[in-house]
C-alpha cells in the first residue's frame, strides 16, 4: 500500500464567500444538461429498432440531422449483406423521421457486428477520433443497465448491441460511468459514533490527456465497457488510477476512527455504490446522455492516492470548505463558465465531476433545506 510517513494535511479553503452555494450549483448542473429538450429543439432524428415478432420499437440513440447522411454512406460503405439502417421517411422531408435497424439483425451479435463495420468507416474516414479499442454497451432509452452480455432487450437482460466507445458519442446512445469520491473522516468529525467525511482526494489531470487536460478530477473514474460489472470497474480504476489496493476496496469489517494504524484505522465500509448521477448533455457530434455509477471510498488517514497510468499528474487532499468554495467560484458566472481564468484562485472542475461532487455534499448533508430555496431544485436536477 502507497503510505506517507504521516497523514496528509488537507488543504484549507482560501476564504471566498460560499454562504449559500446552491445558485452556484444549478449553474454547473445545467452546464452538462444542455442537451434537456435538444431532440425537439434541434429536430434530433432517432436511432431506432423493433424487437422480435415487432411488437416494441425501441429508441437506442438519436443523430444529428445533418449527420444522417453520412452516417447512411458509412453504413453502405461496408454492407456486404445490405445495409444496416433503413430511413423512415415522413412525406417529401429529405431528413427521414427515424433511422430503423434492419430486421434480418435480430440478434446482438449481428447489430454489433454492422454497428462495428459502420464506426470502422466513420474511423477510416477521419470522422471518429480517439479510437479507444473498448467496446461499450448500447441500451434502449430509459432501459435498465446489466452487466450481463448482450441479451437483446435492453431492457435489463443485457445490452441490444456493443460498439466502440469512440462511437458512442455520434450515435447519441447513454453511456455509463463510473466515479470514487475518496475521502477521509477525521475523528474530531465523529458525532454520535458516526464519523463524517472532513476532507476529499481531488486529482489534477494529466495536461496531456485529449479530454479536460489540466482539470480538476474525482479520486478515480472512468467509462463502463460493456462485459464488467459496475464495482469490478470502479475496483479496476481505483487501482490503475490512484493506486488504491483492491483489500481498500472490499474492506467489510473491522473499522475505526481513523486513528491509531493498523486493521483497526481501517474504514469498515470499503467501496459503497451510493446512488447515480444522471445528466442529457449537447456536444459537437450529438447528444450525450449519461449515467454515472457513483460510489463513495472512505481511506484512511495514512493513505496517500498516487499517480499510476499518467492519467493524473497529482492528488491532493482538500479540506470539504475548499471543494464547495472551488464549485462555487466556477459556478460563478453566467452559464455555468464561472469567473474568468485569470480571476480564478482554484483550478476548474471537470465539469460530471463537478456534478458528483455536488451529490456528495448533497448526500452527507453538507447543504440542506436551510442552506437556501434552490436546495429542492438542485436534488431533483441531479438526476435528469
Sequence with gaps: MAAAKAAATPLPPLGLDAANPLPAFLRLIAAVNKGVGAVEREGLVPLTLQTQGNDQVIIYGHVRPEFVPTLLAADAADAGGGSALIPQLRGQNAT?????????LSTPQLRTEAMSKTADVLRDKGIVT???????????????????????????????????????????????????????????SAAGGVARPS?????????????????????????????????ENAVKEAWEEAGVPEELCRWNGGGGDGGGGGAASRPAQGLRPVGTVTYRGLSS??????????????????????????????FELWSVERVVEALVEAGSGGGGGGAAAEQRRYPAFKPNVAVVMIDFLVRHGFVGPDTGPEYAEVVAKLRQ
Design 96 to 104: 427521414p423521421a427515424s433511422l430503423l435497424m434492419h430486421p434480418r
Design 130 to 188: 480517439g479510437w479507444r479499442s473498448e467496446a461499450y454497451p448500447i441500451f434502449g432509452d430509459g432501459a435498465a443497465w446489466s452487466s450481463g452480455k448482450s441479451g437483446g432487450s435492453g431492457n435489463g437482460g443485457g445490452p441490444l448491441f456493443e460498439v466502440e466507445r469512440a462511437a458512442v458519442p455520434w450515435l447519441g446512445a447513454r453511456a455509463f460511468g463510473v466515479h470514487i469520491n475518496g475521502y477521509v473522516s477525521s475523528s474530531s
Design 199 to 231: 476532507a476529499l482526494w481531488v486529482a489534477r489531470r494529466s495536461k496531456s490527456k485529449p479530454t479536460w487536460p489540466g482539470m480538476l478530477d474525482h479520486l478515480a473514474a472512468g467509462g463502463q465497457p460493456a462485459g464488467m460489472g459496475a464495482t
Design 285 to 314: 457530434e450529438g447528444l450525450k446522455p449519461d449515467t454515472l455509477f457513483v460510489y463513495d471510498l472512505e481511506l484512511p488517514a495514512e493513505f496517500v492516492p498516487e499517480p499510476q497510468d499518467g492519467e493524473v499528474e497529482a
